[in-house]
């Protein structure tokens, strides 16, 4: 089992609708959540991030966190051709896991804004 | 808002030679940096832990003889690719986090023909 899993896609949504991006993590006690975005040939860009159980919203992000369940996701409201990218869900191991203070990143998403 | 600066942008070489990639942060302080490679369609893997002022710690399957890591000061972190070979061809992207979260330069793309 991947450490974080998402959806390779591509998920392709018209504009002005609400995108849904999923991703799991297998290590329970994973403390923090990020969101990145990646367009091609570019590096990661941060979106979002989330420690607490709940809804985080800034703009037309919103990250949802359910640790019980073991999932994070991104919902993105007026989706825009702009928007259109890979998006990577990166997990922060927790350092009494052995895994250190790094980021282990999902495959990302790649989201595709029709007009 | 934090700054990473990763020089060159993008790198071609001949087999068997080495090529040296920089990185800074340029308005804070990193005593750590992370050094990822990302191949065509797949997610960022980390290779190493630059730590400032003692040996970088690899991740498993690196080879440290061959990525060879110096983070002399506060501001700046070197990977070198030694006798790169045409696998070695790839997306290199250093990042630092004054504190969390985590922020990126823009990445070398390294062509080794």
């Known amino acids: 089992q991947k450490e974080v899993e998402q959806n390779s896609g591509p998920l392709s949504v018209p504009e002005g609708a609400i995108a849904s991006l999923n991703c799991t993590y297998s290590?329970?006690?994973?403390?923090?959540f990020f969101w990145y975005r990646q367009y091609s040939g570019k590096s990661p860009e941060l979106i979002m991030s989330i420690y607490s159980n709940g809804d985080k919203e800034d703009g037309r992000f919103t990250a949802q966190l359910n640790k019980a369940s073991q999932y994070v996701s991104l919902l993105i409201r007026d989706s825009q051709p702009s928007d259109s990218a890979t998006y990577l869900c990166a997990v922060n191991n927790n350092i009494l896991t052995g895994g250190g203070n790094k980021l282990t990143f999902g495959t990302g998403t790649q989201l595709k804004v029709e007009l | 808002g934090a700054v990473v600066s990763q020089h060159p942008s993008w790198v071609i070489c001949k087999s068997g030679t080495s090529v040296k990639i920089e990185c800074r942060s340029l308005?804070?302080?990193?005593?750590?940096m992370f050094w990822y490679r990302q191949f065509p369609k797949q997610s960022l893997m980390l290779m190493a832990t630059s730590n400032e002022g003692s040996k970088a710690t690899y991740e498993q399957g690196v080879e440290k003889d061959k990525f060879l890591i110096n983070h002399a000061s506060l501001t700046l972190s070197t990977l070198t690719v030694t006798s790169a070979h045409p696998e070695d061809s790839s997306f290199y992207i250093c990042s630092a986090r004054p504190n969390s979260p985590l922020h990126f330069g823009n990445g070398t793309r390294l062509t080794v023909t």
């Open positions: 290590d329970r006690v994973s403390q923090s």
């Open positions: 308005d804070f302080q990193a005593t750590t």
